[in-house]
């Protein structure tokens, strides 16, 4: 139970993180449109590379294990600039996020604009593969409860985010909430960061 509830809280912290894909399934949750699809292919992409992470990342590390303080540092580094850069923009910049009122689309257009900002994305790699893999070493022997929190946090967040859109609508019209939500995201970034630094 601890490594399930360690790998969901990594990974919710991760997630929670508003990128390009993040802000797709909240468009789509607020317009109403693919939103239970949209959800579920996030999610299962998640699932897919978080599992390539903790099986692959393993059996690197057998064979390398000096790629361990790699990945540690790499990703330590990556964190902290990502956090900085959310902080940056939570004391620069005004951002709102609105509903569009245009007409639905075709879904495959939907699900095809979603799986590219998906697995085009390498801060997705950095995040499932490289990041929660490398974590994962440090639960050797029950790595696939990490894991499978890690994915139950994607199947949690993706699904309260798209079905959630409506209920956020007022708020985020409001800039002030995406300033505070970006120094929320910038304060759990270094936090894990320097948690990577000093284990």
Known sequence: MQSFLSGFVLGMSLIVAIGAQNAFVLKQGLKRQYVLWVCLLCAVSDAVLILLGITGFAHIIQNYPHVLDIAKYFGAVFLLLYGAQHFYTALTQSQMLLAS???????????????????????????????????????????????????????????????????????????????????????????????????
Not at 132 to 137: A, C, V, W, Y
């Open 101 to 199: 009122a245009e007409k639905p689309q075709n879904i495959w257009k939907i699900l095809g604009i979603c799986l590219a900002l998906t697995w085009l994305n390498p801060h997705v790699y950095l995040d499932t593969v490289i990041l929660l893999g490398s974590i994962s070493t440090q639960y050797a022997a029950t790595k696939m409860y990490f894991a499978s929190g890690a994915m139950t946090a994607s199947f949690v967040f993706f699904f309260s985010l798209g079905f959630g859109a409506g209920l956020l609508q007022p708020i985020f019209r409001q800039a002030k909430a995406w300033k505070i939500l970006d120094i929320i995201i910038a304060l759990i970034m270094w936090s894990i960061a320097f948690r990577l630094l000093l284990n």
